[in-house]
């Protein structure tokens, strides 16, 4: 998770289980790629970064590696489109 901020964006810590994570454990990060405080940021920082700073109109990215669709895969699996928009933007 990534949010933009008047310093650049503040983004999630890598190695720190999402239940013990707290508001003071997100890392401050320029867009020029160095942080702030005790804690490095998530390895995907570059990802946050780079889409926040193509797109000045996005204030948050959120991603996720969700169970399901990791399975998928690394089974070289795709994930059908289940409805018609998804099936155009495809």
């Known amino acids: 998770m990534s949010v933009r901020n008047e310093r650049g964006f ?3 810590p890598t190695s ?3 239940d013990r994570m707290q508001p003071e ?3 401050q990060m320029s867009f020029g790629g160095t942080y702030e405080g ?3 940021p998530s390895s995907e920082w570059r990802v ?5 700073a193509a797109r000045p109109d ?3 990215v959120l991603h996720c590696h969700c169970v399901y669709a990791t399975t998928l895969a690394v089974h070289h699996h795709d994930i059908a ?10």
Request: proline content about 7%.
């Open 16 to 18: 720190l289980p999402y």
């Open 81 to 90: 489109s289940f409805h018609d928009m998804t099936t155009v933007a495809a």
């Open 48 to 52: 946050h970064r780079d889409i926040l």
């Open 38 to 40: 005790p804690r490095r």
């Open 58 to 60: 996005v204030d948050c």
């Open 10 to 12: 503040l983004v999630t």
């Open 25 to 27: 454990d997100l890392v």
